[in-house]
């Protein structure tokens, strides 16, 4: 009977050593945080087979396979988003319409509300007035903006910043996109030093563009800095799943990359959208 309950006790005190060296190592590494960036494509009348009531679970069911902590969308409208959260009730979104109301493209803001709360957000415009709603220059046919928000961790009450835009898609448009970018380097050189920014969009650009080297120059470019990505390099492919342009960037700064994906989730070679989305994971600093 005594040795019974040695060997018990024994096998206990192993357990309890080994639970401890889990949570050691667990407290030693540094979370993480999943960023996606996903032109989600608007609703428009003559998509036939790609419409949104035709593609909308599929959409719905790669954010959920993705799990990201936060992910920044373009073209979205207001029911898209409502639908999405309502697939998907982890999530909470927020954003006001390009033109400063809720019956256009939002860039919506989608994030874990039992991972993250948002401490502050809010918008501006990609113009020479960003306060004024709806603003439109630099001869862009539609408003252009961004929608930001300051985010805390619940679990450690880390933060970081997280931006999301549409840059014009003409190629006219070059340099209104260039002036997009340095707009935001503008801002993004405001904010309190120390704390991480995460950048999401569709720049409609491509790199070694003027919009580029304008964020380059502050920011890391997830796909070029990673040292694991996987999916193709390209991400506009138009619902043809063969891409051919790497539009949608994911940019960051005060966080290390561990991996970038492009996703390219499919059902019968139907897409959930025209654009794939860019998923990076970071790794926060050591406290």
Same mark, same amino acid.
């Given at each position: 009977m005594l040795k019974t309950r040695a060997i018990a006790m024994f096998r206990g005190l192993l357990a309890g050593l080994a639970l401890v060296a889990v949570t050691a190592s667990a407290a030693g590494t540094p *979370? $993480? !945080?999943r960023v996606m960036s996903f032109n989600v /494509? !608007?609703? *428009?009348a003559d998509d036939g087979v790609n419409r949104w009531e035709a593609r909308r679970d599929l959409l719905v069911q790669t954010i959920r396979r993705a799990d990201a902590d936060v992910f920044g969308t373009q073209e979205l409208f207001k029911e898209q988003g409502d639908y999405i959260v309502a697939g998907l009730p982890q999530y909470a979104w927020f954003g006001r319409g390009r033109r400063g109301d809720d019956?256009?493209?939002h860039m919506g803001v989608f994030y874990r509300k039992d991972r993250l709360r948002v401490v502050e957000s809010g918008d501006f415009w990609l113009s020479d007035t960003p306060e004024v709603a709806g603003s439109i220059t630099w001869g862009n046919l539609f408003p252009r903006m961004v929608t930001w928000a300051l985010f805390e961790r619940k679990s450690d009450g880390r933060r970081f910043y997280f931006f999301n835009t549409h840059f014009p898609y003409r190629e006219q448009d070059g340099e209104a996109r260039t002036r997009a970018a340095a707009l935001i380097a503008q801002r993004l050189a405001k904010l309190p030093q120390g704390v991480p920014v995460v950048v999401t969009g569709d720049f409609n650009d491509v790199p070694d563009s003027g919009a580029y080297r304008a964020l380059a120059a502050t920011l890391q470019d997830a796909w070029t800095t990673a040292p694991r990505r996987s999916g193709p390099e390209a991400t506009f492919h138009d619902f043809t799943g063969k891409a051919d342009r790497r539009i949608d960037w994911v940019w960051s700064k005060g966080?290390?990359?561990r991996r970038?994906? $492009?996703? $390219?989730?499919? /059902?019968?070679?139907r897409y959930p959208s025209d654009h794939f989305p860019v998923l990076a994971e970071y790794r926060w600093p050591a406290l």
């Open positions: *979370p $993480t !945080l /494509r !608007l609703m *428009p019956g256009d493209e966080l290390q990359v970038v994906q $492009t996703i $390219t989730d499919q /059902r019968d070679g």
